[in-house]
């Protein structure tokens, strides 16, 4: 019996994500220091038109693997054919109960249908101030945001981008 020579590759990646087969749950683990850093609950959403994401649960935060799990859903609600849409619930939860995680999912590009909660994140964004979790309700966010760019800021996209 012949078996082709295993192939070398020189290095690992840094991050894993994966799932049991025929669920929904999605872990990311590290691979420097092998740990669960993460997990999210995604799933099909109506008809496809959205990958809902239940649950992002991250262990470390402001290290860049909340970002890296949003992209892997952008890529898995491609994958799946929701067209690389996704919806979520942000909100207060236990796991961080003094920051709300809105910001963060602003700043990667969520909007959402309240527009007088948009612009109170916005305004903590742009003066580097954190919301307060009593204050700031749940909203459902969706990415990509559904607002029309103006003209200025396609501009600026084509300039810098």
Not at 63 to 75: E, Q, Y
């Amino acid at each position: 019996m012949y078996l082709p020579p295993i192939k070398q590759f020189n290095q690992f990646p840094e991050l894993l994500i994966y799932n049991r087969p025929n669920t929904y749950l999605y872990k990311m683990s590290t691979t420097f220091m092998p740990r669960l850093v993460g997990e999210m609950r995604a799933y099909p959403g109506e008809n496809k038109e959205f990958l809902w994401i239940d649950l992002l649960h991250i262990t470390q935060k402001r290290v860049g693997f909340g970002t890296k799990f949003l992209d892997f859903a952008r890529h898995l609600s491609r994958q799946i054919g929701c067209g690389g849409n996704i919806r979520l619930q942000a909100g207060t939860t236990v796991y961080d109960p003094t920051r709300p995680p809105h910001e963060f999912y602003r700043k990667y590009g969520f909007g959402a249908d309240n527009k007088k909660v948009l612009r109170k994140i916005d305004r903590a964004i742009s003066s580097n101030t954190h919301l307060c979790y009593k204050t700031t309700p749940p909203i459902v966010m969706y990415y990509p945001d559904k607002q029309k760019q103006s003209l200025i800021q396609k501009i600026l996209t084509k300039l810098y981008l």
